[in-house]
RNA sequence: GCCGAUGUGGCGGAACUGGCAGACGCGCUGGAUUCAAAAUCCAGUGUCAGCAAUGACGUGUGGGUUCGAGUCCCACCAUCGGCACCA
């Protein structure tokens, strides 16, 4: 007799074909609209989907729904890597896929789209070890995703398809990159956009970017120069990550504790010409506009830290030597007020604590400080250029973490603090970055700890000018929070938030210093030096000796894409020199109209590029005349609801973050924020692992012995690789993977059954390829079928939780779509399959009914707020109640299986069928419940004696509380416990509860 | 160190606004069916005591608020994730 097992892969390759030829999920929405690059194109209405047959079936009852309300419902961008698809993906994309069918059925225009982050470093990495071409590959790839992807029953509007290498996309990435060359960001601009809320910052076209006097009269090179310094895409000469091992830089972002992000290989700090992106321009911006967004609170969390936004003041300290005197200096000072530019004759520090200026006992600038050499006097000159020479070739990481303890040379020279005359000596330190505010600090040792253990070390002065709140004298051992100030002259006395604002508004008018603000961000480095990636639409233009003078050109807008040349050779030059240096001379360079020689822009961008802005083409895929329809993304955007990994919290989401506001700054789009509400799905782990730990010598050694995990620490073995050691000893523990059989639970923790005072470990572990326990989705596909992974994916427990995997628990949900089948369906024969017999056309029950309502309120509420896993919990209990009855009601199945398609579309559709349906139920309407089905006859009423649970009673539904107090002290066990003692006090919770309070 | 999240049976997890802790699933135990097995079905399953009715204990730990706390408040512990000389 065939069972749902053996129908399994019938019914799913006939529903997936189904869905493919009648292109059920395909939206067309502005086909024949006219693409223009005018702003004011009215609001189109969403044509009616093709498939649309919402007038059968079970009513909407909800009349304040709008047919034509949008839903965009987005995946992460996947990166069609060659190890195919994890169980991972389906995970998000499965939850995505029941909110768009659940959508679709309540009668909502749904977007939503599929395509490939296609770009990047393995694809080549491939081409280098074997010669084929990147673009061979990542077509290979992208072929088994999306096989993959199929197999799994998503409704995608394939359609919309497209990966980030095809020139036909990657042509409007370049020009996404133009607009970015052609902006300033002028911070003062106040304005009022399109989504009503008024602003200050903006983002503006170069053309009109101020050009100071002295500027405009050096000539237009002078004018082209200043503008490329304003630029949102600008070259940057300066120290940048360079990993030798990937043969590339890589942005801060994608530095891992000193190590690349990717592969975790060593980076060094090279200087080169870069270019850069201005995203700290939008650094409030994008730190303040995440506050009206329906996202998880850590992932704003995570990039407000990014960000890192801190509010100071940037102070100058007197140098002397030009022959002003300091008091001199600063009564120019006071009538001039601060200066743009530090002069040479001054020091500019930022600080965060000006109010603890009175405690300044040295001053430190970063070895790369330009002031240093100004500085050092003859007899420190010598240290002074050793240390550094060797801060400059150290890396980030051994100036940090490696680095115990600080580091640092007295220059010999002196600067004068503003707010009482003190001369204080100047040092050079590498715990003091260049890249951060203005490179140099006031040091303050009794109030930042990093100054008091430099001050130790170097036996500096330690002067305390705040104390506690409520105490008198400070103390030299280190005070780090805000308190009240002590020995700071006039200001003495005040706490520490009114001398911050004091002082900084009276150092303003003195013209010593003014309010800052610094962002730990820094500024995007956008190049690569590898070939597969998008090519710059830039020119360099070059002098008569082949030299480039600096000056750029940009390809027009209408000549892009600026296609990858064709190379065959894909060996890496092993220097920063980028790939794309190697590309054919006409690739390379060309003559402009004007007979100036030019040579082409030869890095490439990062891979992050393709995936700043994928979420608007998909609305507009194939627009070979625009980006993206002004109307069409009025219509779509933004995207409602976005899943994904938390591993994008600062790298792709705040880069999308900033090109969007750009565009949106410019006009080309009219929302500020791409992503409404984000979602973060927890990581899927391996299956639970017991692991004892041996010493000896290995697994097979017949004495080893076990050693309890509470005896051991984290350590690492002679290789230096992590693992666990004997904490008493340091002996290396191997560790040794133990059956269930094996185990027993001993309170809190997991021990040995033949040894009870062993501990072992008992976790699940990220998966991966070198513990062997990854899963593959094909796999799971192939012996349980899709609709069983997609409904074990959603049970295994909420979306956003990191849960580990369990095959027992795929086969648990597979049984229960089993019991659906056959709740359902008769199989007389072999070949055949028909509805049951117990499936029949009458009214049904009242407790029918019950069940029925019940459920579907249920899993509606719980779709709505993403609670897959208990929805799946609440459509078990409606088949376990309705296997019991032998009369099915059609009208009551039929809903059923309307709650149950999203989850599991396969047998959903093959079920519709069977109860007589012809037609797809993608657009049915989704089943309504009506309240006064949900009424009970009769309740059970707990009833407790002083807020413990003693008895239950059953009462008629509606019951008064006289009624049910009486019912509750007539009782057996109530009673008994009642006689004797004097009652209190009644608490009644209406039809819930009975409380007794006695005594 | 700082920021964020999470701690509930043997396991994954439920419990909407303070009101029956452990829904649903896995596993386990017993039974039915079967020559046997798989599959399926039925019953049981937090811990301890008891033949049972029932009682005591129980949501990381300690305290508090309340008639009543997994849920609210305070302090702490553990695990996971992120950041880490950013002045």
Not at 658 to 675: I, M
Not at 798 to 816: H, I, Q, T, Y
Not at 926 to 933: G, I, N, S, V
């Amino acid at each position: 007799m065939p069972r749902y097992d053996d129908e399994v892969k019938r019914i799913e390759a006939k529903w997936q074909a189904y869905w493919d030829q009648n292109q059920t999920f395909r939206v067309d929405v502005l086909d024949r609209i006219p693409d223009t690059n005018c702003a004011n194109v009215p609001q189109l209405p969403i044509a009616v989907q093709r498939n649309s047959h919402r007038e059968s079936g079970i009513a909407t009852q909800n009349p304040s729904f709008d047919a034509h309300e949008k839903m965009y419902v987005l995946d992460m961008f996947p990166y069609p890597s060659g190890a195919g698809l994890h169980v991972g993906h389906p995970e998000g994309y499965t939850a995505t896929d029941i909110v768009c069918r659940f959508s679709r059925m309540r009668g909502k225009q749904v977007l939503h789209p599929m395509g490939w982050d296609a770009f990047g470093l393995p694809a080549e990495d491939y081409a280098i070890k074997t010669g084929t071409h990147p673009a061979v590959t990542t077509a290979k790839n992208i072929e088994t995703f999306k096989r993959q992807l199929k197999s799994l029953g998503f409704s995608y509007d394939w359609s919309r398809e497209f990966a980030t290498t095809d020139p036909e996309y990657y042509r409007w990435t370049q020009w996404i990159f133009l607009q970015l060359f052609d902006t300033w960001y002028d911070s003062t601009y106040v304005w009022t956009g399109p989504d009503g809320k008024s602003r200050t910052g903006k983002g503006r076209p170069i053309a009109e970017l101020p050009i100071p006097e002295e500027v405009s009269q050096a000539g237009s090179a002078a004018v082209r120069r200043y503008q490329d310094q304003h630029r949102l895409a600008y070259q940057h000469e300066a120290p940048v990550n360079w990993c030798p091992e990937l043969g590339t830089v890589l942005a801060n972002e994608e530095i891992v504790d000193g190590k690349s992000e990717r592969g975790g290989h060593p980076v060094e700090r090279v200087p080169l010409r870069q270019w850069l992106l201005r995203i700290t321009a939008y650094g409030d911006r994008l730190a303040n506009e995440l506050d009206d967004l329906h996202w998880p609170e850590s992932i704003k969390a995570m990039q407000k830290n990014w960000i890192g936004r801190s509010e100071g003041a940037e102070v100058d300290f007197y140098l002397g030597g030009t022959g002003l005197g300091y008091e001199q200096w600063k009564a120019s000072r006071a009538s001039s007020g601060f200066s743009r530019e530090p002069g040479a004759d001054e020091l500019r520090i930022y600080t965060t604590r000006p109010d603890t200026l009175f405690g300044v006992t040295y001053m430190v600038l970063a070895p790369e400080h330009p002031a240093v050499n100004r500085l050092t006097t003859m007899e420190h000159k010598e240290a002074v250029e050793a240390y550094r020479q060797q801060a400059a070739t150290k890396s980030d990481l051994d100036r940090t973490d490696l680095a115990k303890g600080k580091s640092g040379v007295f220059t010999g020279g002196y600067a004068i603090n503003p707010v009482n005359g003190e001369r204080v000596p100047v040092w050079i330190a590498d715990y003091v970055l260049i890249s951060y505010g203005t490179g140099a600090i006031m040091a303050v040792p009794a109030h930042d700890e990093r100054d008091l253990e430099f001050a130790k070390q170097f036996q500096i002065e330690i002067k305390p000018v705040v104390a506690p709140v409520g105490e008198s004298t400070g103390t030299t051992e280190g005070f780090f929070d805000y308190g009240v100030a002590i020995n700071s002259g006039a200001y003495s006395g005040l706490p520490t938030l009114e001398f911050k604002a004091k002082i900084t508004a009276d150092l303003e008018s003195g013209g010593l210093g003014r309010k800052a603000v610094n962002y730990r961000l820094r500024d995007w480095l956008f190049s690569r030096q590898r070939y597969w990636g998008e090519p710059f639409p830039i020119w360099h233009e070059l002098d008569a000796n082949g030299q480039p003078t600096g000056l750029l050109r940009t390809d027009p807008a209408e000549s892009l894409p600026v296609r990858l040349p064709e190379m065959a050779d894909f060996k890496p030059t092993g220097t920063p020199e980028p790939m794309l240096s190697k590309a054919p001379t006409e690739w390379l360079y060309a003559t402009a109209p004007d007979g100036t020689r030019l040579k082409r822009e030869t890095n490439t961008m990062p891979q992050w590029a393709g995936s700043c802005w994928y979420y608007l083409r998909f609305a507009d895929p194939r627009n070979d005349q625009h980006f993206l329809n002004p109307a069409i993304e009025k219509q779509w955007l933004p995207v409602d609801l976005y899943v994904g990994g938390a591993e994008h919290a600062v790298l792709h989401l705040l880069y999308s973050r900033f090109w969007h506001k750009v565009l949106f700054d410019r006009g080309h789009v009219s929302t500020a924020e791409p992503f409404q509400r984000l979602v973060n799905q927890g990581m899927i782990l391996g299956e639970v692992e017991f692991t004892g730990y041996v010493l000896g010598n290995g697994t097979d050694d017949p004495n080893r012995q076990f050693v309890s995990v509470r005896d051991l620490k984290a350590g690492v073995d002679e290789e230096g690789v992590a693992t666990r050691i004997v904490e008493k000893t340091g002996e290396v523990a191997i560790p040794v993977t133990l059956s269930v059989e094996q185990i027993e639970k001993k309170g809190d923790s997991f021990i040995l059954k033949e040894h009870p005072e062993i501990v072992v470990d008992s976790r699940a572990h990220k998966m991966s390829k070198s513990r062997g326990n990854v899963i593959n989705p094909d796999v799971v596909v192939d012996q349980f079928g899709a609709d069983s992974l997609r409904l074990y994916e959603m049970f295994m427990g909420p979306l956003e939780a990191v849960k580990p995997w369990s095959m027992k628990g795929v086969e648990g949900v597979a049984r229960f779509l089993g019991r659906v089948w056959r709740m359902i369906v008769d199989e007389p024969n072999e070949s055949q399959t028909q509805l049951s017999s117990a499936v029949q056309d009458v009214p049904p029950t009242p407790a029918q009914l019950r069940v029925l309502h019940r459920t579907i309120k249920a899993v509606t509420r719980d779709v709505e707020s993403l609670g897959f896993n208990t929805a799946i919990s609440r459509m078990m209990e409606f088949v376990n109640e309705f296997l019991a009855f032998d009369v099915r009601p059609k009208s009551a199945i039929e809903p059923f299986v309307l709650l149950l398609s999203p989850f599991a579309p396969h047998i959903s559709e093959e079920l519709w069928e069977l109860l007589g349906h012809t037609k797809s139920l993608a657009y049915e309407s989704w089943p309504t419940f009506d309240e006064k089905y949900l009424v009970e006859t009769e309740i059970e009423v707990p009833i407790q004696l002083n807020g413990k649970l003693r008895g239950k009673v059953t009462v008629p539904a509606g019951s008064d509380q006289a009624t049910i107090e009486a019912a509750a002290k007539a009782e057996a066990t109530i009673a008994g416990q009642l006689e004797g003692k004097t009652i209190v006090k009644t608490v009644y919770i209406p039809g819930k509860m009975v409380n007794f309070v006695v005594k």
